[in-house]
């Protein structure tokens, strides 16, 4: 079992910043992806950007410019640093990780999930 558990949300203005983090734990070998998924109220769950193992980088269209992942694989951790943030930003955000377990199968798991509002 592979937990995730997001932290960073709430509410800001447009303009602002937020910092989400998700940090992973539980039975653990390697991780192979780690990224963000949000999903706006009567939307479906949209990618917003992800992080390879190795360095590949990849980000929604929308994002990108204003969005930033990053990972620190020791803590077994992925941020998102959001800056120039709008209303149609606001949604939960979801942590996403895939990779290997320590019995050495795959694993996939996702976050609960935490709210971004952006509003003045």
């Known amino acids: 079992q592979v937990q995730l558990v997001e932290s960073g949300g709430g509410l800001v203005q447009p303009g602002g910043s937020l910092r989400l983090s998700c940090v992973a734990s539980?039975?653990?070998?390697?991780?192979?992806?780690m990224g963000w998924y949000r999903q706006a109220p009567g939307k479906q769950r949209d990618f917003v950007a992800d992080?390879?193992?190795?360095?590949?980088?990849n980000y929604a269209d929308s994002v990108k410019g204003r969005f930033t992942i990053s990972r620190d694989n020791a803590k077994n951790a992925v941020y998102l640093h959001m800056n120039s943030l709008r209303p149609d930003d606001t949604a939960v955000y979801y942590c996403?990780?895939?990779?290997?377990?320590?019995?050495?199968?795959?694993?996939?798991?996702w976050g609960q999930g935490t709210q971004v509002t952006v509003s003045s």
């Open positions: 992080k390879i193992s190795g360095g590949a980088t």
């Open positions: 539980g039975s653990i070998f390697s991780i192979q992806t």
């Open positions: 996403y990780a895939a990779g290997v377990t320590r019995g050495l199968g795959a694993f996939s798991s």
